[in-house]
């Protein structure tokens, strides 16, 4: 028996937590959080698995490797459109609305340089964000923690000029999930509008509401 990712069929990066009920863990292909399936050596096709240049934790940048570079393969696995692996940056902030974004590990310089108030949500990454706030599901600290971050980022929209851009690894799950919990809990949006806004403007945007409860 094996236990393979839900979003890329892929290992995990150390523990699988909850096994026999939602296990969930980290993925080794695209370094998000996600749930895992129990399989038989025989019905998974480990031949397709990752190679070891690829089964690297890729939440961490090496020599070149760039966000865009990583969705070129967590992408298919992803089943994101063609056009959107190609050419989507993950770099960019995806101005979700007037004043929040959202953007990858490499976004960051950018953002920071540009003035705007930056949360990490990654407990991984270390950089010069203004806050970090981690969102890890399986910790039972998820739902305090969007809410810590929708206090800071009210805040922050009310007592200064600032844009917030939210990231994580990837700009796909943990900031997406943070984003969509302040839209959600202080503009009264449902958890669905507030993602189908998000993912309008940044197509590789993953529905994470489940871990809430995590």
């Known amino acids: 028996m094996v236990q393979i990712s839900k979003c890329c069929e892929s290992e995990a990066v150390g523990e699988v937590h909850g096994a026999g009920s939602a296990p969930f863990g980290r993925c080794s292909d695209c370094g998000e959080y996600t749930f895992f399936d129990d399989v038989t050596n ?43 692996i190609a050419n989507f940056n993950p770099s960019v902030i995806s101005w979700v609305s007037e004043r929040l974004g959202i953007t990858a590990e490499d976004g960051v310089a950018q953002a920071l340089e540009d003035g705007h108030f930056v949360i990490n949500t990654a407990k991984e990454i270390h950089n010069d964000a203004q806050i970090k706030m981690e969102v890890e599901p399986g910790s039972g600290t998820v739902l305090h923690a969007l809410s810590s971050i929708s206090e800071i980022v009210t805040n922050v929209l009310t007592t200064t000029n600032q844009k917030v851009v ?47 409860a995590l």
């Not at 698995?49 to 969705?71: A, C, H, I, M, Q």
């Not at 189908?196 to 509401?209: G, H, M, N, S, V």
């Open 42 to 84: 025989t019905d998974a096709d480990l031949n397709n698995w990752p190679d070891e240049e690829t089964n690297k934790v890729p939440y961490t940048f090496e020599g070149t490797e760039t966000s865009w570079d990583r969705l070129q393969y967590i992408g298919p696995r992803c089943d994101f459109p063609e056009d959107v």
């Open 166 to 212: 939210f990231h994580c690894a990837m700009g796909m799950e943990r900031s997406v999930l943070a984003c969509l919990w302040f839209m959600a809990s202080q503009w009264g949006m449902r958890f669905d509008q507030s993602f189908e806004q998000i993912k309008k403007l940044r197509p590789i945007a993953l529905d994470r509401t489940d871990w809430i």
